[in-house]
């Protein structure tokens, strides 16, 4: 259990959490800014399993000139009978960041409910996500609010790349992806096979709303919606 702690000047790690079960880390502080390591990150967490609950942390990250990552999840396994749980967390990364920037990073992780987050990015760094999904799946991501204000080359709100369903598709409703960036996209889906995606709002001030891969981008919710056949009710 971490509970309730506010964790600064940290230079690779803010909180480490690895090969755990039953993890509780909740209503903690981290604030991250330079001078960092090449990449750091402010919550990590690997084989997290068995129910794992990160809920209500706060994620400050400013001034950063390194390749940052708000809260990273890797290979953490629960069950549809236990999901893990992500939930109400804030990550706050508004004021001078001049590297790259992940908000909430989930790789291989399966039988979560990320939802109820609250994500804001911005960077003038080459790469910017708020919040990237890849590999895993059975994850449902409900309620969250994620913008982005990157001028980044890469700015992507939210980052769907998933080839398998074999935990369940990656669930995707009633969240909020807005870039208003640099012609930036609100959502990127690698391959719509392997989502669900619905009541959701999306919102750029750039030329593409939704990008399906690297060769169709979407200006519209329409084009993606007749091409696709998702986010029918968004």
């Known amino acids: 259990v971490e509970d309730s702690n506010t964790v600064t000047r940290a230079y690779y ?5 690895g090969n755990t079960e039953n993890t509780q880390v909740t209503k903690n502080t981290v604030n991250i800014c330079a001078p960092r390591n090449s990449s750091s990150y402010g919550i990590y967490s690997t ?11 706060i994620v400050n990250i400013t001034n950063t000139t390194t390749t940052v990552y708000g809260m990273y999840f890797t290979g953490c396994a629960a069950s549809e009978q236990n999901r893990g749980r992500i939930d109400g967390n804030k990550i706050i990364a508004l004021t001078g960041n001049t590297g790259s920037l992940y908000g909430l990073y989930q790789t291989s992780s399966v039988l979560n409910n990320t939802m109820n987050n609250v994500i804001v990015v911005s960077t003038t760094g080459s790469t910017s996500y708020g919040l990237y999904s890849t590999s895993g799946g059975g994850v449902k991501y409900y309620n969250n609010s994620v913008r982005s204000q ?15 369903s074999a935990n369940g598709v990656t669930d995707i409703r009633n969240n909020i992806f807005s870039n208003e960036g640099d012609d930036g996209v609100a959502m990127y889906v690698a391959n719509p096979n392997f989502i669900y995606s ?14 399906w891969g690297t060769a169709n981008e979407f200006a519209t919710l329409q084009e993606w919606r007749d091409t696709a056949y998702w986010d029918i009710n968004s």
């Open 150 to 164: 990157s001028s980044s080359n890469t700015d992507r709100t939210a980052y769907f790349s998933h080839t398998s």
């Open 198 to 211: 619905d009541y959701n709002m999306f919102y750029t001030t750039g030329s593409t709303l939704i990008q």
């Open 47 to 57: 084989s997290s399993d068995s129910a794992y609950q990160y809920t209500g942390n």
């Open 13 to 17: 790690y803010n909180i480490y959490i």
